[in-house]
Protein backbone atom coordinates (compact mmCIF):
# COMPACT_ATOMS: atom_id res chain seq x y z
CA UNK A 1 0.00 0.00 0.00
CA UNK A 2 1.21 3.88 -0.49
CA UNK A 3 0.97 6.51 1.04
CA UNK A 4 -0.22 8.39 -1.78
CA UNK A 5 -3.95 10.61 -0.48
CA UNK A 6 -6.53 11.32 -2.56
CA UNK A 7 -7.33 14.46 -3.15
CA UNK A 8 -10.69 14.93 -4.26
CA UNK A 9 -12.13 18.30 -3.45
CA UNK A 10 -15.74 19.74 -3.88
CA UNK A 11 -14.50 21.48 -7.29
CA UNK A 12 -13.72 18.57 -8.85
CA UNK A 13 -16.26 16.79 -7.94
CA UNK A 14 -19.14 19.55 -8.97
CA UNK A 15 -17.10 19.63 -12.25
CA UNK A 16 -17.39 15.57 -12.72
CA UNK A 17 -20.88 15.38 -12.03
CA UNK A 18 -21.46 18.53 -14.28
CA UNK A 19 -19.86 16.95 -17.37
CA UNK A 20 -22.05 13.89 -16.56
CA UNK A 21 -24.94 15.73 -16.28
CA UNK A 22 -24.15 17.34 -19.85
CA UNK A 23 -23.59 13.95 -21.30
CA UNK A 24 -26.45 12.43 -20.14
CA UNK A 25 -27.97 16.29 -21.55
CA UNK A 26 -26.87 15.67 -25.11
CA UNK A 27 -27.20 12.17 -25.24
CA UNK A 28 -30.72 12.56 -24.64
CA UNK A 29 -31.70 14.78 -26.99
CA UNK A 30 -30.08 13.19 -29.25
CA UNK A 31 -31.94 9.94 -28.63
CA UNK A 32 -35.29 12.43 -28.22
CA UNK A 33 -35.51 12.82 -32.70
CA UNK A 34 -35.78 9.43 -32.57
CA UNK A 35 -39.05 9.49 -30.71
CA UNK A 36 -40.54 12.75 -32.26
CA UNK A 37 -40.48 12.29 -36.17
CA UNK A 38 -43.51 13.34 -38.05
CA UNK A 39 -44.61 12.61 -41.32
CA UNK A 40 -47.87 14.26 -43.17
CA UNK A 41 -49.44 12.45 -46.12
CA UNK A 42 -52.36 14.40 -48.00
CA UNK A 43 -54.80 12.31 -50.06
CA UNK A 44 -52.81 8.87 -50.05
CA UNK A 45 -53.63 5.99 -48.62
CA UNK A 46 -50.71 3.47 -46.80
CA UNK A 47 -51.90 -0.26 -46.48
CA UNK A 48 -49.99 -2.90 -44.50
CA UNK A 49 -52.02 -5.47 -45.37
CA UNK A 50 -55.37 -6.54 -44.87
CA UNK A 51 -56.96 -9.88 -43.02
CA UNK A 52 -59.92 -11.28 -43.17
CA UNK A 53 -60.99 -12.62 -40.11
CA UNK A 54 -63.59 -14.75 -39.04
CA UNK A 55 -64.50 -17.03 -35.89
CA UNK A 56 -66.69 -19.87 -35.31
CA UNK A 57 -66.94 -22.20 -32.34
CA UNK A 58 -68.48 -25.25 -30.86
CA UNK A 59 -69.86 -26.34 -27.39
CA UNK A 60 -70.39 -29.29 -25.42
CA UNK A 61 -71.94 -29.06 -22.16
CA UNK A 62 -73.06 -31.76 -19.35
CA UNK A 63 -73.65 -34.49 -22.40
CA UNK A 64 -76.19 -32.38 -24.09
CA UNK A 65 -76.58 -30.99 -27.14
CA UNK A 66 -73.42 -29.94 -29.00
CA UNK A 67 -73.94 -26.38 -30.35
CA UNK A 68 -71.77 -24.48 -32.54
CA UNK A 69 -70.52 -23.88 -36.24
CA UNK A 70 -71.49 -26.73 -38.42
CA UNK A 71 -68.41 -26.17 -41.12
CA UNK A 72 -70.13 -23.77 -43.88
CA UNK A 73 -68.01 -21.01 -44.27
CA UNK A 74 -71.23 -18.52 -45.05
CA UNK A 75 -71.92 -18.67 -41.63
CA UNK A 76 -68.83 -17.56 -40.15
CA UNK A 77 -69.16 -14.06 -38.88
CA UNK A 78 -67.21 -10.93 -37.16
CA UNK A 79 -69.49 -10.25 -34.97
CA UNK A 80 -71.10 -13.29 -33.02
CA UNK A 81 -72.36 -11.66 -30.07
CA UNK A 82 -72.27 -14.12 -26.78
CA UNK A 83 -70.54 -17.18 -28.08
CA UNK A 84 -71.00 -19.94 -24.92
CA UNK A 85 -74.51 -20.37 -23.88
CA UNK A 86 -74.76 -22.24 -20.65
CA UNK A 87 -78.12 -23.44 -19.75
CA UNK A 88 -79.08 -24.19 -15.57
CA UNK A 89 -75.73 -25.23 -14.78
CA UNK A 90 -75.14 -26.63 -10.60
CA UNK A 91 -72.55 -27.60 -8.87
CA UNK A 92 -70.36 -30.75 -10.49
CA UNK A 93 -71.37 -30.12 -14.50
CA UNK A 94 -68.98 -29.99 -16.82
CA UNK A 95 -68.54 -29.01 -20.40
CA UNK A 96 -66.09 -27.53 -22.86
CA UNK A 97 -65.97 -25.58 -25.81
CA UNK A 98 -63.45 -24.32 -28.65
CA UNK A 99 -63.19 -20.70 -30.65
CA UNK A 100 -61.46 -20.37 -33.55
CA UNK A 101 -59.93 -17.66 -35.70
CA UNK A 102 -60.03 -18.41 -39.48
CA UNK A 103 -58.38 -15.97 -42.03
CA UNK A 104 -58.95 -15.84 -46.10
CA UNK A 105 -57.52 -14.41 -48.67
CA UNK A 106 -54.34 -13.77 -47.37
CA UNK A 107 -51.07 -15.91 -46.66
CA UNK A 108 -50.71 -14.73 -43.35
CA UNK A 109 -51.49 -16.96 -40.31
CA UNK A 110 -53.23 -16.14 -36.81
Known amino acids: MSDDK ?14 IG ?8 GTMAYFNDTEKSKNNTVTAGKLDLKIDW ?5 QGKKRG ?16 EIDDAKPGDWGCGLISIHNFYNPAYV
Open 69 to 84: WDGNKSKLTNNPGPIF
Open 22 to 29: AGAALGGA
Open 58 to 62: WQKYY
Open 6 to 19: FDLTRRKALLGLGG
